[in-house]
C-alpha cells in the first residue's frame, strides 16, 4: 500500500500536523524542548588593603607644605596595585584638620586635606579611621575627616557623625556578571591614647568590643551582605608579638562565622598573616594582623628597622553562583617601604627589585627590607610580585546616613 498509516489513541490514523482533530479544530504540533540554561559563570573581586597612613611633619614637607601639598607623587609608586584592585582600602590613621586650623604631626595629627583627595584620586575606595589619633583634633576632626571622605566619594568605617551613622557599617556594592555583591566593612580601635571620647558625641569613635562586634556582622549579613571585613586598630607598636586582646577579639570573631577577613593595624611594623578558627565556610577565617606603614616618617631612625616596612594584603573573593556564598579564594601579600631619603616615596618592594633599586635605597637594602616583611608575616600566604587585574567596574559606595 506504499507504507502505513501510524494507529492514533482512537484507534484510527494519527492526523497530520496542522489537520482537524475529532472537535474540528487544528491540532498544533508539540513546542519543542527548551534549551538547558546555561549555567551561571563564577565571578570574582580583589581586595586590597594597605598599612597605617601617617602625616608626620617631615612627610607633609616631602608632598609640598603644609597649605597645598600634592601627595600623588610620594604615592606613585603603587599606582599598579591600588588601581588594579576591584576595592582598595586605606587605613587612614590621623584626622583631617578641621576647617579654619593648620595641618600638624605627631603627636596629635591633624592631616591636611588634600591627603584625601590625592587618596581618592589614585584609586582607594574608603577607608578604616578608627585608630588611637581619632580624636587628636577633637569631635571637630572626626566630623571633618568624614566630610573630605564623603565629598570625595569614599567610604569609611570606624568613626561616626551619629549613633544611627555608628550602628551602619560602610557598604560597597560590586557589579560582576548579572549579579551584585554587597561587602560590609567594620572597624574598631583599642583606645584614644587617654583623650576622652567627645561627651556630646559618643559615638564618634567605636572601640574593640567583641560581642559588639560580633552582632554587627551578624546584622550585616541579615541585611544583605556577601562579604563582611573587620579592620581592628590594636596591638603593642613596634613589636610583631601579639597581644591577648588581638588574639581574643580575633578567635571570636573566627569562632561567630560572621567575619570573612580581619585586616589589623597600629603595631607601625607588619605582623603575621594566619587562618583562624572556623570561619564562615568552617575551614578557617583569614586575618592579617598588622599591616605596618604604608607612609609615614618611621624608620630605624626613630623607632624600628621594621617601621619602614608596610604589607599591601590582597584578597580574591569568588562566588560561584547567583545566591551562594562568597568567600575568600586566594590571599597574598606584597611587601612596600618608604624611601625617606627620597622624598617618602612609597614603593612597592617587588616592583623597586625589578627596577634594580629606587631613588635612595639599594637593591641590597631592598632585600633586606623584603625579607623582614617575609619574616613578620611568616609562611600563612603566598607573597605576590604582580599587581592584580580589575574585574569589573569601580564599586558602588553606599551612603551610611548622616
Request: charged share 20%.
Amino acid at each position: 500500500m506504499g507504507g502505513s498509516l501510524a494507529v492514533g489513541a482512537l484507534g484510527g490514523p494519527s492526523p497530520s500536523p496542522g489537520a482537524e482533530g475529532p472537535s474540528g479544530a487544528a491540532t498544533v504540533p508539540p513546542s519543542p524542548s527548551p534549551s538547558p540554561s546555561p549555567t551561571p559563570e563564577p565571578v570574582e573581586f580583589t581586595l586590597v588593603a594597605g598599612g597605617d597612613i601617617l602625616t608626620h611633619a617631615p612627610v607633609v614637607r616631602s608632598a609640598g607644605g603644609p597649605q597645598d601639598p600634592d601627595f600623588t607623587p610620594l604615592l606613585a609608586g603603587i599606582d599598579a596595585w591600588v588601581q588594579g584592585a576591584d576595592l582598595a582600602l586605606c587605613h587612614l590613621e590621623v584626622p583631617v584638620a578641621p576647617r579654619g586650623t593648620e595641618p600638624s604631626g605627631y603627636p596629635l595629627f591633624g592631616a591636611p586635606p588634600g591627603l584625601v583627595r590625592d587618596l581618592a584620586e589614585q584609586g582607594w575606595d574608603g577607608c578604616s579611621t578608627a585608630s588611637n589619633h581619632s580624636v587628636d583634633r577633637g569631635y571637630d576632626g572626626v566630623r571633618a575627616t568624614i566630610r573630605r571622605l564623603t565629598d570625595a566619594g569614599m567610604g569609611f568605617a570606624g568613626t561616626a557623625r551619629s549613633a544611627d551613622q555608628q550602628d551602619a557599617p560602610q557598604r560597597y556594592v560590586l557589579a560582576r556578571e548579572d549579579r551584585e555583591i554587597t561587602v560590609a566593612h567594620l572597624a574598631a580601635t583599642y583606645g584614644l591614647n587617654g583623650l576622652s571620647m567627645p561627651a556630646d558625641a559618643p559615638w564618634a569613635v567605636e572601640l574593640i568590643d567583641a560581642d559588639r562586634l560580633v552582632e554587627q556582622a551578624r546584622r550585616a549579613r541579615q541585611d544583605g551582605a556577601d562579604v563582611v571585613l573587620v579592620s581592628l586598630h590594636a596591638g603593642v607598636e613596634y613589636t610583631e608579638e601579639l597581644t591577648d586582646q588581638q588574639k581574643d577579639v580575633v578567635r571570636r570573631l573566627a569562632r561567630s562565622r560572621e567575619v570573612d577577613l580581619v585586616i589589623g593595624h597600629h603595631a607601625h611594623v607588619p605582623q603575621r598573616i594566619d587562618r583562624v578558627g572556623k570561619g564562615p565556610d568552617g575551614e578557617g577565617m583569614w586575618v592579617a594582623y598588622g599591616l605596618g606603614n604604608l607612609l609615614s616618617n618611621q624608620s630605624a631612625a626613630c623607632c624600628d628597622a621594621r617601621t619602614s616596612n608596610g604589607v599591601l594584603l590582597s584578597a580574591t573573593f569568588a562566588q560561584e553562583a547567583p545566591g551562594e556564598p562568597t568567600r575568600v579564594s586566594s590571599l597574598g601579600w606584597t611587601g612596600t617601604t618608604v624611601d625617606i631619603g627620597g622624598g617618602h616615596e612609597v614603593v612597592a618592594i617587588a616592583d623597586a627589585l625589578d627596577d634594580a633599586g629606587a631613588p635612595t635605597l639599594s637593591v641590597a637594602e631592598l632585600e633586606a627590607r623584603e625579607e623582614r616583611v617575609r619574616d613578620a608575616v611568616r609562611d600563612g600566604a603566598p607573597e605576590l610580585r604582580e599587581p592584580p587585574e580589575a574585574t569589573g567596574p569601580p564599586p558602588r559606595v553606599l551612603s551610611r546616613g548622616d
